[in-house]
Each structure stands twice: as C-alpha cells, then as structure tokens.
C-alpha cells in the first residue's frame, strides 16, 4: 500500500498538473499553455536539495525522517573532510592563480557531475556547462519512493558520491551505478555539490538543442506525450538509462544562500564528444555560442583529449580557452604549442597511471621537470604515476610566437 507521502505528492502532482493544464487563473495570473510553456521542475528539484544533499529547510514525511536523518549524518562527516581536504585549499589557490577579468562563461567537457569543482575553480561564474556521456536524470521518482526503496536509493549514492568527495574525482563504473532508478547520478552531484558550496537550487528545467545550437525547453505537453520514449546511452562503452530521453540534458538555476543577487546557471548536455558526434553537431554550435573565449576547465578525463578520436574538442577547447586549469588529461604540451598556448605546472608529474601517449607522457613531464617547483597541497583529478597531485594552468602566450 503506498504510503501517505506518496499518496500526498501523486494528489499535489495531479493538482498542480490540473492547474497548468488550464484549471481556471486567478484573476492577476496568466493562463498557462502546456503546448509552449515549459514544464518547470522546481519543486522536485527543492526536494533533492532536502533529502539527498541534505540542505534547505523543506520538511520530510515522518516515515522517511530517520532514513533522512542517517543519511545526513554520513554524508554530512564525508562534505566537512571534504571541505578540508579540497573545497579549503583549493579555494585559496585559486585566489592567487586565477587572473582578473576571465569570462564569467565556464564551459567543463568531461565534467561528470562534478560541479563543485567549477564552483571553486570559478566563483565568479554566471554559466557554467558540463557535459558527459551521463544523463542529467528523471527528478520525479524520488518522492515516490517507499522507505525502504529510499534507504538502499541513498546508500547507493553515497557509495558513489565517495568517489568524488574522496578521490576529488568520480570513476566512470561508479557512475553508471546512478544511470537508472530513482536517485540519478548527475542531478545527486549537482545539487550536493552545490550545497557544498553554499548554494541552492531555485528552477530546474529540461530541454534538448536545436540544429543550430539553441536551447529548447520541453514543454508541459510533450513532457507527458514522451513519458516512454527512453533515453538511450550516448556511447558503446556506456549503460543505457531507464529515464524518458526528456531528463537527458538539464538547466538549473542556483542563487547563493542569503543572497539572490548572485545566480548562476548551470546547464548539463549528456554528449558523446569524439570525432563522429560532435563536429558540426548541435552541441558544437552551443558551445560557439558561448562566445570566443571562455573559462575552462577539465580533470579525471581518461586523457580523451590526447586521442586522435578526439580531435575536434580538443581544437574546439584550444582555440576557444581564455585560461584553463586541469590535470594531465588536458591538452598535452604538442597541441598547447600548435595552438599557441603556454603552460604552468604546480606539483610534480612523472607519467601516467595509464597506458597512453608515451611520447606526450614523455613531453609533459619534460615541462614539469623545466619549471620551477610550485607545491600543490590537494588533489585535482588524477595523480601521476607516482601517487604525485598535479595540477597545469594552460592559456594563450602573450606573443604566439
């Protein structure tokens, strides 16, 4: 028998889809059109703020109160370390190393729902994009969940959010854990990370890209008309999802806690960047639209960016970069100088913990090695070879030549 927080939201979704269907408006409100407005998922987003990033004042049914209240707790030891471990220091060098003036546009390829560390690394930012193979993920499921569905829901996560919250970084087996069920990974991600740094959700919304790049928000109508038409995975490699291909990509607006003055928008495309699907793609013409220059950033990226099946994002990446902090899985040393670019090194690198690109291994740790010893007191995506924390600032030189 469903419980009476079940009971309860199916009534309050039922009413409010009464409502925007076209329920009678009071008489200072406009009538909503379900065929051209888009369908906003404010409230179930609020509710992931509450019980998986355990954040916000939203109340819980009684019946999941304990479930919530444990969960809290763990979560809550593994952010405070965390914050001490990362969030802490990496706030305060990037204080120091980050010059004055980048563009407030942040654009993280191979970002895997991790937001937190756009957050750090550009607080200033006003838009920041991430993309992965993961889909943003189905919001609706969670609220329907019975207490004990929930309480092995949130085990999961915390099992794969400790990935990132520990290692700084999220393993790709980890996260296809969270491409099904009722607690999706890159929504989990955004919304803790987010929490973390002091930020809350205040909309959320879904769309899809136009030919030439536009966002396109799905509207109340074909929210519902494409409930079972499901998302398929983006790569051979990858897991397909059991979600409506609507939660494929995701827009959410956050605000800082105490002061909505200062909002930020965050978009997540689900995109297979190789060189079959993305030249010319949709999500090409997005990313262009973002300007000339952007801030970026990329870390724990399985060096994709060194493959030649990769080459159009890794163009696209160098030649639109205003200044980029990574790991080794950035842009190695051959292409940074093609593209004119210059690269500063903080911790040591002495190769890779995987088998790529021996001659680009080879060459970075040449840079390193010619620099001079800038310590790095956290971890920024993978260590080197020799369990070393890295980290390389790449930006265009001042004379190309």
């Known amino acids: ?3 009476h927080r079940t009971l309860a939201a199916t009534v309050a979704a039922l009413l409010a889809t009464v409502a925007l269907a076209g329920a009678p408006p009071a008489a200072h409100a406009k009538r909503v059109n379900p065929k051209t407005a888009p369908r906003a998922f404010d409230s179930e987003v609020a509710y992931f703020y509450r019980v998986v990033a355990c954040a916000g004042d939203r109340p819980v049914a009684e019946d999941i109160a304990k479930i919530v209240e444990d969960h809290c707790k763990q979560l809550g030891e593994r952010i405070a370390a965390y914050r001490k471990s990362f969030v802490d220091k990496a706030t305060v060098f990037f204080d120091k190393v980050r010059p004055a003036g980048l563009p407030d546009t942040v654009v993280y390829p191979f970002g895997g729902g991790d937001l937190v560390s756009a957050l750090v690394t550009f607080p200033g930012a006003r838009e920041i994009t991430t993309m992965s193979l993961e889909h943003a993920g189905d919001p609706t499921r969670l609220e329907t969940l019975t207490p004990k569905q929930l309480k092995k829901q949130l085990k999961l996560f ?25 607690i999706p990974g890159q929504l989990a991600f955004f919304v803790t990370g987010m929490a973390i740094m002091g930020y809350q959700p205040v909309s959320l919304r879904y769309f899809h890209l136009a030919d030439d790049g536009t966002v396109v928000y799905y509207t109340i109508d074909e929210v519902d008309q494409l409930r079972e038409r499901i998302a398929k995975k983006k790569s051979s490699t990858w897991v397909d999802t059991d979600w409506s291909e609507v939660f494929t990509n995701s827009e959410i607006e956050l605000q800082k806690v105490g002061d909505p003055s200062v909002t930020i ?6 995109a297979n960047l190789d060189d079959k699907h993305f030249p010319g793609s949709p999500v090409e013409k997005y990313l262009d639209a973002r300007g000339s220059k952007v801030s970026m950033m990329t870390k724990a990226a399985s060096y994709l960016l060194w493959m030649s099946s990769f080459s159009a994002i890794r163009d696209w990446v160098g030649t639109h970069l205003a200044w ?3 790991d080794s899985t950035g842009l190695p040393p051959r292409w940074a100088k093609k593209l004119g670019l210059e ?3 903080y911790g040591k690198y002495n190769g890779s913990i995987f088998k790529v690109g021996a001659s680009d291994q080879a060459a970075f740790a040449k840079v390193w090695a010619k620099q001079k010893y800038r310590k790095l007191g956290f971890r920024y995506g993978y260590r080197d ?4 924390p890295h980290l390389v600032i ?3 030189r001042e004379d190309p030549k």
């Open 1 to 3: 028998m469903p419980s």
């Open 158 to 182: 915390r099992e794969v959010i400790r990935g990132l919250l520990v290692n700084h970084d999220s393993e790709s087996d980890q996260l296809k854990k969270l491409e099904t069920g009722g």
């Open 265 to 270: 928008v965050h978009r997540h495309l689900a």
């Open 324 to 326: 980029m902090a990574s």
């Open 343 to 345: 690269q500063e090194t």
């Open 385 to 388: 070879v020799d369990g070393n």
């Open 394 to 396: 790449t930006r265009p």
